[in-house]
């Protein structure tokens, strides 16, 4: 006889057997405790079901009938329509299927009663639901156990719910007492919730509607602790790590800092190492002028005074001292900086690395794309080179001379600030000091690649993450609850609010007179497209074909520029410094102009086939407009026939707001396509819903930093099981250990 335990094998469960349990394993499911935390993914009261007569189009609905047809019919195109009529005595509905063969062959010859659940629609009078759930009900079932609150498990292709339910009651009515629960009793009686073998028990086998919500609620805060624990514990592990503590307060008085490197300052103005002078700066550079230096016997916040040529937000001066206050301190800076699109977050970028270039260190700059990093470059020597700071512009297209110079002068500390995209992480780069490292648009990066960086280093350098994509607090705090969150929650004064308006296709004449209106006042356009070429498996407008249609058609008359990803990095940057000097009156591009392209002539910008984006690139995409003393307009162009199309046109013309579209986005698209979740092995969440759960989630949060703050590592007995739960749940092994 086989011993039973939680690793018995799912063929041994009562009602499985060998050939089911195939179908299980499919799905993942090869042991009862997987079958006993496989959540059901909703639930059917058929206590009491409609009847067809009542139901009307538009609901979901579960349907209880006897199969009375079925029909299969090719189209055309060669797919296969297959039909299914229900009836119950007070009406009928229809039940459609396309393409799924092994359907027709599962039903075909039945005349029983079968249960099916979807979305009702009415089709030439017919009550329809399309490509519904279902299933067969046969004499085995018992009436008793039909008429409860049942259970809908996430399936797989060929795996009737009934085997999951069966093997699921199975799971739970012999397996279930040996499930030892993780959380201490303390814990439990704090958050008031109930032990985790009744919530498992409840969650399969719900007695009320109340009980199966209560036991839902114990297993969505397990799910967010056991993530937020792990999240604690880096930052934990991170406040134990030696880093750099920068002597902020000390440059805040214009004491100069003793830490700076000067040998390198007196070989370079001396003129006794002939390797350095030849890597000096030429033209107006003022890095060897030893006078530019007195700069540093100026109170910090003098020095950006100085610098920058605007008056910094009060959001931009909270930010910079929250960033300042983790540079001062011992261990290394994690910290994420959110702001809306035109919040200013490059100045406050900026000062960080005034501030480490002052303390006698490098910082370096990583941006997703080279036509980002050229522009970082630019305006950080705009800001620096008056202070005798030296930045220097690392990416893939410098010619092999410009990057061995470029990296012989980071290695030896005469570029004071690297700016660059995946090129600042290659081999052979390096750096003499480098103390900070900042991360634009970090979710185009992967955790590796910021660590790539990070890793070249002194020591454990400090690390500022920025993002102008809004990050919903949710996702936030589930993605990076390991680092410290800064919002730059207020735009600079006098920045006009964009205007976006809805056309469509139609309207398209109408839109091209508007634009040439404001270009006839001497502003500039964007037109953005999807795609790069016609595709005929997308009907989307082209940029090379709108780019033909323009300068053959409607702007013939017009200075109009091509940009998409093809094109060679020489090009682009050619194209996009004609459109900076204003020698080109439109810009037709792709989405590489989505991210810190900054052209503060450009007052339009228009979407085609705005449909085809999610809310939070639209929202990225209008940034590129608004940024001068012009008001600006976005104009998305889409048909939107589908309601989830039509709702995100109705969002981005309602606000402007880019935490109000993030949290919508969160909403309509989920957490696995939002800030680069799939670079985080995405979220791996069985139960718990960020959109519904949120409040559960600061809960758990909450929970988790209590008990870290108490026993950082877990090491304590009682832990000693969630321990074990947070290294199974997690992929980043090495965090989570005992020391």
Request: net charge negative.
């Amino acid at each position: 006889m086989i011993e039973r335990s939680l690793a018995s094998e799912v063929q041994f469960l009562k009602g499985v057997g060998p050939k089911n349990a195939k179908g299980l394993n499919k799905l993942g499911l090869f042991t009862a405790e997987d079958l006993l935390f496989h959540v059901p993914r909703r639930y059917e009261d058929r206590r009491h079901l409609p009847p067809i007569s009542q139901i009307q189009p538009g609901q979901w609905v579960t349907v209880k009938g006897r199969l009375t047809n079925v029909d299969a019919r090719p189209t055309r195109g060669g797919m296969v329509i297959l039909k299914a009529l229900v009836r119950d005595g007070t009406g009928s509905i229809s039940l459609t299927w396309f393409n799924q063969p092994w359907i027709k062959r599962q039903l075909e010859g039945y005349k029983g009663e079968m249960i099916a659940y979807g979305q009702v629609k009415e089709n030439q009078r017919q009550l329809e639901i399309s490509s519904p759930e279902w299933e067969i009900l046969t004499e085995e079932d018992d009436p008793e156990e039909f008429a409860r609150i049942v259970p809908v498990y996430p399936s797989t292709e060929g795996l009737q719910q009934k085997v999951l339910r069966r093997g699921a009651r199975a799971a739970v009515e012999g397996y279930l007492n040996f499930v030892v629960d993780p959380l201490p009793a303390s814990l439990l009686r704090e958050e008031g919730l109930r032990e985790l073998q009744w919530a498992i028990g409840q969650i399969h086998l719900p007695d009320s509607e109340a009980d199966r919500l209560e036991a839902r609620r114990r297993l969505v805060f397990d799910e967010f602790l056991y993530l937020q624990l792990s999240l604690a514990m880096r930052r934990a592990e991170t406040q134990q790590e030696l880093g750099i503590a920068f002597p902020i307060e000390s440059l805040k008085a214009g004491k100069p800092a003793t830490a700076r490197n000067l040998t390198l300052d007196t070989r370079l103005s001396t003129g006794k190492d002939a390797a350095v002078q030849a890597l000096r700066p030429t033209g107006s550079h003022l890095f060897a002028d030893q006078a530019s230096y007195k700069r540093d016997e100026e109170p910090l916040w003098e020095q950006i005074r100085d610098m920058l040529p605007f008056e910094l937000t009060g959001a931009q001066q909270r930010v910079i001292e929250e960033i300042y206050s983790d540079m001062e301190a011992p261990h290394p800076m994690n910290r994420l900086v959110q702001g809306d699109v035109g919040s200013g977050k490059t100045a406050v970028a900026a000062c960080a690395m005034l501030a480490a270039v002052r303390s006698g260190y490098q910082a370096a700059l990583m941006a997703p794309t080279e036509i980002l990093a050229e522009q970082h470059s630019v305006n950080l020597r705009r800001l620096f080179e008056p202070l005798g700071i030296e930045v220097e512009l690392l990416v893939g297209k410098l010619s092999a001379k410009e990057k061995k110079r470029a990296g012989e002068r980071a290695q030896l500390g005469l570029a004071h600030v690297a700016v660059g995209t995946h090129a600042l992480i290659q081999e052979g780069v390096s750096f003499a000091n480098l103390g900070l490292v900042v991360v634009d648009e970090q979710h185009r990066f992967g955790v590796l690649q910021r660590k790539a960086l990070r890793d070249k280093g002194l020591g454990n350098p400090d690390v500022l993450v920025m993002t102008a994509t809004p990050i919903p607090r949710t996702l936030t705090m589930t993605l990076y609850g390991d680092l410290e969150l800064s919002v730059i929650d207020e735009l600079p004064p006098g920045r006009k609010p964009i205007k976006t308006h809805w056309k469509q296709p139609s309207e398209r004449a109408s839109v091209l007179d508007a634009v040439r209106a404001l270009i006839e006042q001497g502003r500039q356009a964007y037109f953005v497209c999807p795609m790069v070429s016609e595709s005929e498996k997308m009907l989307a407008q082209a940029a090379e074909d709108l780019h033909y249609r323009l300068v053959n058609g409607e702007f013939s008359d017009l200075r109009i520029g091509l940009l998409h990803g093809q094109m060679r990095p020489r090009e682009k940057e050619t194209v996009m410094e004609q459109f900076r000097q204003h020698e080109l009156d439109v810009l037709v591009s792709t989405t590489v102009i989505e991210v810190g392209v900054d052209v503060s002539n450009a007052s339009v910008m228009v979407i085609e086939d705005a449909n085809r984006f999610g809310l939070s690139q639209l929202h990225q995409l209008r940034g590129r407009v608004g940024r001068g003393e012009f008001q600006s307009f976005c104009v998305l162009v889409a048909e939107a026939k589908s309601e989830d199309a039509r709702q995100r046109m109705e969002i981005m013309t309602g606000t402007n707001d880019g935490f109000k579209i993030a949290e919508e986005d969160l909403r309509l698209r989920g957490p696995g396509e939002l800030a680069g979740t799939k670079q985080h092995g995405n979220l791996d969440l069985k139960i718990a819903d960020l959109v519904q759960d949120g409040r559960m989630l600061e809960v758990a949060r909450q929970a988790a930093i209590r008990i870290i703050d108490a026993d950082p590592v877990l090491g304590r007995p009682e832990h000693a099981l969630m321990l074990e739960k947070v290294r199974l749940q997690r992929s980043d092994q090495a965090v989570i250990t005992v020391s």
